[in-house]
C-alpha cells in the first residue's frame, strides 16, 4: 500500500516518495491575521491536518511548517490595494501587532476546537524579515531582479519556467490583463520582493534593507521560512487553490532562483474552496461566516469538522445548514453507537495496536487506510468506520479498537464519545435539569431577558441547547 496524492506540478496522482527516507518536511501557507479565518479557510487547515495525521500514522517523522502573516499581504496577491493588516488595524483603532496578536489567537482557538493539531513549527514572518533579507539578496546577486519607484522586482522573463505549476503559457504572460497595472513593473507578472515606503506612507512596520527602509512583499516570506525550517529542497507544499497562479508560482520562482536546485518542492496539494450558495466568501468584503458563528448556531466544531471530511478536499464544497444539520445527526449517531460498543466492550481498549484484530475488523481498517492512500480519500475512509460501526458480527471491543485506530486521522474524538459510556455526572446533569426548568419558567412568563441569560451561562459551562416540539434538549459543545 502506497500513499498517493495528486501533485499540482504536472496535475497528475503521483505515489509518495520523501526526499529523506522516513521523513517528511510539509510546509502549508497559514493565515493572515489581519481578521478571523472564515470557515473556508479552515477547510484548509483541516486538508493539512489530514494529509500531517495520515503521513504520521504511515510512520512517517512530519515536520509540519506553518507562516503566520502579520506584514506585507495586500488586499490583491499581485501587489495591488491596501495593506491588509494596516487597513484592519487603522478600522479597528489598534496597532499592526495587536490585531496580529488577537487574531493569530483566534486563529488557534478555531483550530484547536475543531481538533486540527498544531503544526510542528508555526513562524510569524515579523519575525523572520533577516531572513527574507537574506534570500532576496541571493536572488539579486543570480540576476533576477530590478529596481524601479523605490520597490525591488522579481524580473520573470529571467525565470524560463515561471508559471510551470499554473500551466501559464508563454504568451499569457505577456499579456497586462491585471487590474491595477504598476507601472513599474517590465512585465505585468513581475512581483516585489521589497517594497519601500513609495507605496503606502502610513506603513506601520519597516526595516532596513539594502534597497531602502520598507517591508518585505508578501510571497517572500514563505520561501525564507519553508527553506529556513525545512531545508531549500522538501517534500509537501499546500494551500488552497487560489494560490497557484500567483502565490505559488512566486514562491517557486524566487526559491528556485535563489538557490539554483530544482525542483524546489516535489509535491504541490491545494484544497478546493468552501462556497456559500450565494458564491465566494471574502474575508475583505465582509461576507464570511467563522466557526464562533456556527457554534452560535447551535453546532459544535467538530460537526464541521465532520461536514468537512463528507467531501473529498479536491472537490468543491456548497455550505448550507441542512448540509450541517446532517452532519451533526451522523456524529451523534456516531457517538451513540461508540458509546454503545464501548458499555458492551466493558471497558475502552487501547490505542496503539493492544487489542489484536481478527480479520473481520482488519479488513475494515485495510479499507480505511486504503482510501486514504487513494489521494486523501475522507468520504470513503468515514464510510468504513461506519461499516466497521454498525457490523453486528464484529466483537464490540475489537470494533472499537478499528475505530480508535481510524480517529488517528478522522479526529472525531471517538475515545471521549466512548469514555461517556455509563451516563455523565448525575449531580452536574440534575443541574443542568433544574437550569432548563428554570428557563422554561422564565419564558412562560415572558421573562426572555432572564431566559437567555440561562441558556448563556449554560452556554458558557459549554452545554448547548435545541428548543424542539418535544422540548428543551441539552448536550455538551
Ligand atoms: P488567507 O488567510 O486568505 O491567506 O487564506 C488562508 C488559506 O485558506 C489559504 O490556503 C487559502 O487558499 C485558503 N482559502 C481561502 N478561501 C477558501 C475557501 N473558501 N475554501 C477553502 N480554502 C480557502
Ligand atoms: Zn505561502
Known amino acids: 500500500m502506497a500513499l498517493t496524492l495528486y501533485n499540482t506540478l504536472g496535475r497528475k496522482l503521483q505515489v509518495f516518495e520523501p526526499i529523506k527516507e522516513n521523513e517528511v518536511g510539509f510546509y502549508g501557507c497559514g493565515p493572515t491575521v489581519y481578521n478571523y479565518a472564515h ?11 489530514v494529509l500531517a495525521r495520515t503521513l504520521r500514522r504511515r510512520g512517517y517523522k512530519v515536520t509540519h511548517v506553518m507562516n503566520i502573516t502579520d506584514v506585507g499581504h495586500l488586499t490583491g496577491d499581485d501587489d495591488s490595494g491596501d495593506d491588509k493588516m494596516v487597513k484592519s488595524a487603522e478600522e479597528r483603532g489598534k496597532s499592526v501587532l495587536e490585531v496580529a496578536d488577537f487574531y493569530t489567537k483566534a486563529f488557534f482557538n478555531d483550530t484547536e476546537r475543531m481538533n486540527i493539531l498544531r503544526p510542528t513549527v508555526v513562524c510569524k514572518a515579523t519575525e523572520h524579515v533577516g531572513e527574507m533579507i537574506e534570500l532576496i539578496k541571493r536572488i539579486e546577486a543570480r540576476g533576477f531582479t530590478y529596481q524601479a519607484g523605490g520597490n525591488l522586482y522579481f524580473d520573470i522573463t529571467k525565470f524560463p519556467s515561471y508559471g510551470d505549476l499554473a500551466l501559464i503559457k508563454a504568451e499569457e504572460l505577456k499579456a497586462g490583463a491585471r487590474v491595477e497595472v504598476d507601472e513599474n513593473k517590465r512585465n505585468p507578472h513581475d512581483f516585489v520582493l521589497w517594497f519601500t515606503r513609495s507605496k ?13 527602509r520598507g517591508y518585505p ?5 514563505c520561501s525564507a521560512m519553508s527553506i529556513k525550517y525545512l ?13 497557484i497562479t500567483i502565490h505559488h508560482t512566486n514562491e517557486i520562482a524566487q526559491s528556485e532562483a535563489a538557490t539554483a536546485k530544482h ?5 504541490w496539494v491545494h484544497n478546493e474552496f468552501l462556497i456559500l450558495d450565494k458564491g465566494k466568501m471574502s474575508k475583505s468584503a465582509g461576507t464570511f461566516l467563522t466557526l464562533p458563528t456556527l457554534v452560535d448556531e447551535g453546532y459544535d466544531p467538530l460537526d464541521y469538522r465532520y461536514f468537512l471530511l463528507g467531501g473529498h478536499y479536491r472537490s468543491q464544497i456548497q455550505f448550507s445548514y441542512p448540509a450541517m444539520d446532517g452532519a451533526r445527526n451522523a ?24 487489542t489484536t484484530l481478527g480479520d473481520r475488523a482488519a479488513a475494515y481498517l485495510g479499507a480505511f487506510d486504503k482510501a486514504l492512500d487513494d489521494d486523501l480519500n475522507t468520504p470513503r475512509a468515514l464510510a468504513e468506520l ?4 454498525r457490523d453486528t458480527a464484529l466483537e464490540p471491543a475489537e470494533a472499537l479498537a478499528a475505530a480508535l485506530e481510524m480517529d488517528q486521522i478522522l479526529g472525531l474524538k471517538i475515545a471521549e464519545a466512548a469514555s461517556d459510556a455509563g451516563g455523565g455526572n448525575p449531580e452536574e446533569d440534575a443541574e443542568i435539569e433544574a437550569l432548563i426548568a428554570e428557563r422554561a419558567a422564565a419564558k412562560k412568563a415572558k421573562d426572555f431577558a ?8 449554560l452556554k458558557e459551562r459549554g452545554i448547548a441547547l435545541e428548543d424542539g416540539p418535544a422540548g428543551v434538549k441539552w448536550r455538551h459543545i
Do not use: C, M
Open 200 to 212: 503606502f506612507e502610513n506603513q506601520a512596520l519597516v526595516w532596513d534593507s539594502p534597497w531602502g
Open 263 to 267: 525542483p524546489w518542492v516535489n509535491y
Open 217 to 221: 512583499g508578501w510571497h517572500i516570506e
Open 39 to 49: 470557515i473556508g479557510n479552515l477547510r484548509a487547515y483541516l486538508t493539512h491536518d
Open 450 to 457: 432572564a431566559a437567555d441569560r440561562i441558556r448563556n451561562t
Open 231 to 243: 531545508g531549500e529542497q522538501f517534500d509537501i507544499h499546500a494551500g488552497g487553490i487560489d494560490h
Open 386 to 389: 461506519w461499516g466497521l460501526l
Open 331 to 354: 456524529r451523534k449517531s456516531l457517538r451513540d453507537r461508540v458509546r454503545l460498543l464501548a458499555e458492551k466492550a466493558g471497558a475502552l481498549p487501547e490505542t496503539g495496536g493492544a
